[in-house]
């Protein structure tokens, strides 16, 4: 994984890159890459990652496998060592929907040890799986998650909606200042958990995050207030479109897998770095705690040198 779970590629200085199973000179995402990775090379029936700001959705997404980010505070996440307390979560990574299901329904009931699980009772899902989706009501998102994704993920997207006969398209406002909120609450409370080991040794960190670390550490308290302003701004504008829809389509990650090693992707008509834009679709909706499936698309890649 990437160190202290602070990346999207698994591309690790100390212990080295983790590779696809389905091309090993292709990342396979991260921060939670080998756990989609083992469980795409048939090595595990089911693994386990955190996501905090994409990190089980882009590995399944790469690697070609289901995975879940449940609702924040839905699953407890007692014995992982945390990035972001407000952010954080655990799933299942699994090669099938009952898998998956299994897993999620394993894994539910409240832990007092996690402050921020929900106490609830436990709703099984695998036994609901037979359900039709007839009566419910299904769109794509558009503006962000179409303009900074490119034609392999607008496809994948297109062929989904149209095998469910999704024809409506929301656009949410603001997401970019969503995801800038996220990725400044991550950075403070991220430095925050490490700042005595980053004031103490900062040497031994991993040099791809050490630097973000350390500038999470000098933010200035009005910008992380101002973040959290827009998060709960956000969440009420997500709420809104979810009294007039109950499932949204959008692609997981903006690209297939890129090469390990790769600095630059080619997005929305910029040139932007590959290691954070890679999970750029993934943290406005992690900042506010909804549900999201990933799902592997078969056929819809097109050929890349």
């Not at 099938?96 to 009931?109: E, F, K, M, N």
């Not at 039709?132 to 558009?142: P, S, V």
């Not at 034609?151 to 006969?165: H, I, K, P, T, Y």
């Not at 890129?258 to 630059?264: K, N, V």
Request: with cysteine.
């Amino acid at each position: 994984m990437d160190e202290y779970a602070y990346g999207f590629t698994t591309e690790n200085t100390h212990y080295g890159a983790t590779r696809n199973p389905h091309d090993v000179e292709r990342s396979a995402g991260g921060s939670s890459g080998g756990s989609a990775a083992a469980l795409a090379a048939g090595q595990v029936p089911l693994t386990l990652g955190s996501d905090t700001n994409g990190s089980i959705r882009v590995p399944s997404s790469l690697c070609g496998v289901f995975g879940l980010k449940p609702t924040f505070g839905r699953l407890p996440r007692t014995g992982s060592y945390p990035f972001v307390a407000s952010l954080d979560h655990l799933g299942p990574f699994a090669r099938s929907v009952q898998d998956l299901a299994l897993a999620y329904d394993l894994l539910q009931g409240h832990d007092a040890r996690d402050p921020g699980c929900v106490a609830r009772p436990v709703e099984p899902t695998l036994a609901r799986l037979d359900e039709g989706i007839d009566a419910l009501r299904i769109a794509t998102l558009g503006g962000w998650w179409h303009e900074m994704a490119d034609d392999d993920a607008r496809a994948a997207v297109a062929r989904v909606a149209g095998f469910l006969g999704a024809r409506d398209e929301v656009e949410l406002p603001e997401v970019a200042r969503a995801r800038a909120a996220a990725f400044l609450i991550t950075n403070a409370e991220g430095a925050n958990l490490h700042l005595t080991d980053l004031r103490r040794r900062a040497q031994d960190f991993e040099p791809l995050s050490r630097d973000r670390l350390l500038a999470g550490a000098l933010l200035p308290a009005t910008w992380v207030q101002q973040a959290q302003r827009v998060r709960r701004w956000f969440a009420g504008r997500v709420a809104e479109a979810f009294t007039k829809v109950d499932i949204l389509l959008a692609p997981a990650t903006p690209c297939v897998a890129p090469r390990l090693g790769t600095e630059w992707l080619e997005l929305g008509g910029a040139r932007l770095p590959a290691r954070p834009s890679l999970g750029l679709l993934a943290p406005p909706l992690s900042c506010i705690g909804v549900p999201v499936l990933t799902v592997p698309v078969w056929g819809a890649i097109t050929a890349h040198p």
